[in-house]
């Protein structure tokens, strides 16, 4: 495909990303971005919703009323806006609806020229991490021909880990102060926190679409036309993770009971719940093989676009009390183990 230049676009054509319809706005994620978009000033945001949903909306969000049932309202919902954010829960992922097939074919239809597909986590691009759900999206965009994707990984969300569901997820329990490592606890892995996810989008979509023309090598939104933006707060071992947690509760190694897992044994364990009915084994089984001594779970090896999107530092402890509080306040609550 030839480069493309704002200067040899059609008169009327304007060189920056206004109109942003999101797909889960009030949700995780969603409301992360939303509020970041919504602060630059520079962003139309349109929440697609469905009828009956009860989610709440930042002031200033455009609601559109969509069913999946009806293509024509989702194509009707898409015309003229110039960029696609989908982010669905599990719950919508596995109704059957096949709801992000809907939306990318409806993408197309309506002529938006960006889709983010729901892919926020660690490298989509490798299967044995998550799945081919991604890469079959990604496939069904490049085929229509419409569209360009853009995946925006974060690795694994920091408050969503660390402290929420811990023993299933980053292995550490703060309510009975236990600590599962897997292996020795030091392989590296990627996690962004929210906040960095919601600077993140916003960054990019301030970018100009296109280069004005071919002496133009500032980052451009087409910079990622079919590509992933790699970002991350903390490139971190389960052993970093610890010691925020015990800086942040005032404890030492004495007041945690340790415990060390084969990560290979743990995966296969949960697998085999998961086949049995025990649906948090899911979670385990994702983040265990996240951890295994590959070193995939460290996508900063593919080139971070953290300083291209001027997103900062981060303090790690920071962020393990504000996962905490979220807890606390009810935010963040445990689902029963299986």
């Given at each position: 495909?030839?480069?493309?230049?704002?200067?040899?676009?059609?008169?009327?054509?304007?060189?920056?990303?206004?109109?942003?319809?999101?797909?889960?706005?009030?949700?995780?994620?969603?409301?992360?971005?939303?509020?970041?978009?919504?602060?630059?000033?520079?962003?139309?945001?349109?929440?697609?919703?469905?009828?009956?949903?009860?989610?709440?909306?930042?002031?200033?969000?455009?609601?559109?009323?969509?069913?999946?049932?009806?293509?024509?309202?989702?194509?009707?919902?898409?015309?003229?806006?110039?960029?696609?954010?989908?982010?669905?829960?599990?719950?919508?992922?596995?109704?059957?609806?096949?709801?992000?097939?809907?939306?990318?074919?409806?993408?197309?239809?309506?002529?938006?020229?960006?889709?983010?597909?729901?892919?926020?986590?660690?490298?989509?691009?490798?299967?044995?991490?998550?799945?081919?759900?991604?890469?079959?999206?990604?496939?069904?965009?490049?085929?229509?021909?419409?569209?360009?994707?853009?995946?925006?990984?974060?690795?694994?969300?920091?408050?969503?880990?660390?402290?929420?569901?811990?023993?299933?997820?980053?292995?550490?329990?703060?309510?009975?102060?236990?600590?599962?490592?897997?292996?020795?606890?030091?392989?590296?892995?990627?996690?962004?926190?929210?906040?960095?996810?919601?600077?993140?989008?916003?960054?990019?979509?301030?970018?100009?679409?296109?280069?004005?023309?071919?002496?133009?090598?500032?980052?451009?939104?087409?910079?990622?036309?079919?590509?992933?933006?790699?970002?991350?707060?903390?490139?971190?071992?389960?052993?970093?993770m610890f010691e925020s947690a015990k800086r942040v509760t005032g404890t030492s190694d004495k007041d945690w009971t340790v415990e060390y897992v084969k990560s290979e044994t743990r995966?296969?364990?949960?697998?085999?719940?998961?086949?049995?009915?025990?649906?948090?084994?899911?979670?385990?089984?994702?983040?265990?093989?996240?951890?295994?001594?590959?070193?995939?779970?460290?996508?900063?090896?593919?080139?971070?676009a953290n300083a291209v999107l001027g997103l900062p530092e981060e303090n790690i402890d920071e962020a393990t009390k504000e996962s905490l509080r979220l807890v606390k306040t009810g935010?963040?609550?445990?689902?029963?183990?299986?």
């Amino acid at each position: 495909m030839s480069p493309k230049f704002a200067k040899d676009q059609p008169t009327g054509f304007v060189n920056r990303v206004e109109k942003v319809a999101i797909v889960g706005a009030g949700g995780s994620i969603g409301s992360y971005f939303t509020k970041s978009l919504l602060a630059t000033g520079k962003h139309q945001v349109t929440a697609l919703a469905r009828a009956g949903s009860s989610a709440k909306l930042a002031e200033g969000v455009h609601r559109v009323t969509i069913d999946y049932n009806n293509e024509s309202t989702l194509v009707e919902a898409l015309k003229g806006q110039d960029f696609l954010v989908i982010t669905l829960g599990i719950g919508a992922r596995l109704d059957g609806n096949n709801a992000e097939a809907k939306l990318v074919n409806a993408a197309a239809k309506a002529g938006v020229p960006y889709v983010m597909p729901n892919a926020y986590g660690p490298d989509p691009l490798n299967a044995n991490l998550v799945g081919d759900t991604f890469t079959s999206t990604r496939d069904v965009i490049e085929e229509l021909g419409v569209s360009s994707w853009i995946a925006l990984s974060t690795g694994f969300w920091y408050e969503w880990s660390v402290a929420c569901e811990g023993y299933d997820r980053f292995g550490i329990d703060f309510d009975t102060r236990t600590v599962t490592f897997f292996d020795d606890g030091k392989e590296i892995v990627t996690t962004s926190t929210w906040e960095q996810c919601g600077r993140a989008l916003a960054s990019l979509l301030s970018l100009k679409r296109l280069p004005e023309d071919e002496n133009d090598n500032g980052p451009t939104v087409d910079t990622w036309a079919n590509k992933v933006a790699y970002i991350s707060s903390f490139n971190v071992s389960q052993k970093d993770m610890f010691e925020s947690a015990k800086r942040v509760t005032g404890t030492s190694d004495k007041d945690w009971t340790v415990e060390y897992v084969k990560s290979e044994t743990r995966y296969k364990e949960s697998v085999e719940a998961m086949k049995k009915g025990d649906m948090a084994a899911f979670v385990r089984q994702l983040y265990t093989r996240v951890f295994f001594p590959t070193g995939e779970g460290d996508h900063s090896k593919h080139g971070l676009a953290n300083a291209v999107l001027g997103l900062p530092e981060e303090n790690i402890d920071e962020a393990t009390k504000e996962s905490l509080r979220l807890v606390k306040t009810g935010v963040l609550s445990y689902a029963t183990r299986g």
